[in-house]
């Protein structure tokens, strides 16, 4: 775990959460990724590593934990379900390039465009459309 959330182990979160819930929203971004992924045409160029992805995660758990203990809540606003889940993407970096498209000066900034995907389509409440529109 990072530095700030090293009061925290992994049992703790699932004891807090569950291991299904942990599963479960790291199935849905690895969802999200894929499908980015296939639609700007670069699955020959990147990978989606899995420890990476389950390490931003964790990562985002401890984050939801704290928040929900300072202002003792149950649920979280969605806003800040989304922008944990982009900021430990941004941080672990879990799309990887496997093989460089010398013609595409945007492949090494997979992830940001991935999280500016993402948060551009949990704002339009569109997540079958993770492409930038031109109205974006």
């Known amino acids: 775990m990072s530095e700030t959330n090293k009061n925290l182990t992994y049992q703790d979160i699932v004891a807090h959460f569950s291991r299904q819930k942990i599963e479960d929203h790291c199935a849905f971004?690895?969802?999200?990724?894929?499908?980015?992924?296939?639609?700007?045409?670069?699955?020959?160029?990147?990978?989606?590593?899995?420890s990476v992805l389950f390490q931003?995660?964790?990562?985002?758990?401890?984050d939801i934990y704290?928040?929900?203990?300072?202002?003792?809540?149950?649920k979280v606003n969605a806003n800040k379900i989304h922008a944990y889940t982009a900021y430990?993407?941004?941080?672990?970096?879990?799309?990887?390039?496997?093989?460089?498209?010398?013609?595409?000066?945007?492949l090494p900034f997979v992830n940001e465009l991935f999280v500016q995907s993402y948060l551009l389509s949990y704002l339009r409440g569109e997540y079958e459309d993770l492409l930038l529109k031109e109205s974006d």
Request: charge should be negative; proline fraction near 4%; avoid cysteine.
């Open 66 to 74: 704290r928040l929900k203990t300072f202002h003792g809540i149950n």
């Open 29 to 50: 971004i690895y969802a999200e990724m894929e499908a980015f992924i296939n639609q700007k045409k670069f699955t020959q160029h990147v990978h989606i590593a899995d």
């Open 88 to 106: 430990w993407i941004l941080v672990r970096k879990p799309i990887q390039i496997i093989n460089d498209i010398d013609s595409d000066s945007n």
């Open 56 to 62: 931003a995660i964790i990562d985002y758990f401890p």
